[in-house]
């Protein structure tokens, strides 16, 4: 099974949206976790109510610092999800994952309306939904690294 590490700054939803699409989808293919650089400290409220009704196990669910992985087992993949964490200057994992930027609007980013917050919370959790998807319908456990570098990099422009 293999560690991918979802990374954004607050990690309170875009990360955590990416990290329970691949625990409800992904079963025993890969193990997601995800984590900011400078955590909020909470789950974004729309967050978990779009992820409860899409039927998705909130309870595990926290907003937590990248330092947590630090002493982690190895990750094999990490994917930034916000464009803050894509520029910033990541910790060394060990094992020296596999990176890609498959960035999404920020559907919490307080200059929108709260009447449009919940459709911009549904657009976000379609674009990582798919991006997830179009990972997991492929033998990505049976790829080379190169191969599954470029495949990685190629989802994050869809």
């Not at 190895?74 to 060990?94: L, S």
């Not at 020296?96 to 307080?110: K, S, T």
């Not at 919940?118 to 033998?139: C, E, G, M, S, V």
């Not at 049976?142 to 570098?149: I, K, R, T, Y």
Request: with cysteine; charged share 20%; net charge negative.
């Amino acid at each position: 099974m293999l560690n991918v590490l979802i990374l954004c700054t607050g990690n309170s939803a875009r990360s955590i949206m990416l990290e329970s699409i691949f625990r409800h989808h992904a079963h025993d293919r890969l193990l997601a976790h995800s984590a900011g650089s400078h955590p909020a400290g909470d789950v974004n409220p729309y967050a978990l109510q779009l992820l409860q009704a899409k039927g998705h196990d909130t309870r595990l669910l926290r907003s937590k610092s990248w330092d947590e992985y630090a002493l982690a087992p190895e990750m094999d993949m990490v994917i930034t999800v916000c464009g803050n964490a894509a520029r910033e200057t990541c910790p060394i994992w060990p094992g020296a994952p596999l990176r890609a930027h498959w960035g999404v609007d920020d559907p919490a980013d307080p200059h929108i309306p709260d009447e449009s917050r919940p459709q911009a919370f549904d657009l976000a959790y379609h674009a990582l939904l798919i991006r997830a998807k179009a990972l997991l319908d492929t033998n990505f456990e049976e790829m080379s690294a190169g191969d599954l570098q470029h495949l990685l990099t190629e989802i994050g422009t869809k």
